[in-house]
């Protein structure tokens, strides 16, 4: 999720651990062996349900959901008509927007689990958002500004803002259940959520952030 791109400049934030979970098309969630965190009945990250083929992915912890015209089916049928569509066909950016499983899961974004929730932590954590949000932009638009000529298809940026304008990550932030969290607690809630929503069988790999500030 490009992906390959993206992934190797977060491998260089100094602000996190990355963590790269594999979840081929298994039956089963792997066992913990340590005791969960007791999970309160009311918490919305264990409330993501798969979403209809026809409405925009929804996470519980966002307030509004998320909309924009420019991606409804009738509107991606569309882009294919567009110049930029043949023009930028080469182009990582274009391969990224116009995978098929974007079919079901606009926006797409990562999954961001804060663990640390220190007075240190307190400060460095917006530092380490706002570091990622620069890179991941940078990143995107490397695409067109670093792409050779073969396979840049001209300067229409439209992939480029297509991708940024469809990103939106899942920030799970909860010092009550998540503060010194395990890898492995870690990895079971997002093994468990891709299976809730439906997205393990779309991809046979899914990326999430922990903190360790």
């Not at 089916?73 to 274009?94: C, L, V």
């Not at 380490?128 to 792409?147: F, P, Q, T, V």
């Not at 480029?160 to 909860?174: F, G, M, N, P, R």
């Amino acid at each position: 999720m490009v992906l390959s791109i993206i992934y190797y400049i977060f491998l260089l934030l100094v602000f996190f651990y990355f963590a790269k979970y594999k979840f081929p098309r298994m039956s089963s969630v792997p066992v913990p062996t340590t005791k969960p965190t007791p999970v309160p009945a009311s918490d919305p990250n264990d409330k993501a349900e798969a979403t209809p083929e026809d409405e925009f992915y929804h996470h519980p912890i966002w307030p509004e959901r998320w909309y924009n015209s420019d991606f409804t089916h009738e509107a991606r049928r569309r882009w294919i008509d567009e110049p930029w569509y043949k023009d930028t066909a080469s182009r990582d950016s274009h391969r990224f927007i116009t995978k098929p499983v974007f079919n079901h899961f606009f926006p797409w974004g990562f999954i961001i689990y804060r663990t640390v929730y220190t007075d240190e932590s307190d400060i460095l954590w917006p530092l380490a958002m706002e570091k990622i949000s620069d890179e991941l932009n940078s990143s995107i638009e490397g695409s067109l500004r670093y792409a050779p000529p073969s396979r840049r298809g001209g300067d229409d940026s439209s992939p480029e803002q297509l991708i940024q304008a469809s990103h939106k990550d899942v920030v799970i932030c909860d010092a009550i259940r998540w503060d010194g969290a395990s890898i492995e607690q870690v990895r079971n809630h997002f093994a468990e959520y891709l299976r809730k929503t439906g997205q393990a069988i779309y991809c046979d790999t899914a990326i999430c952030f922990v903190s360790c500030y």
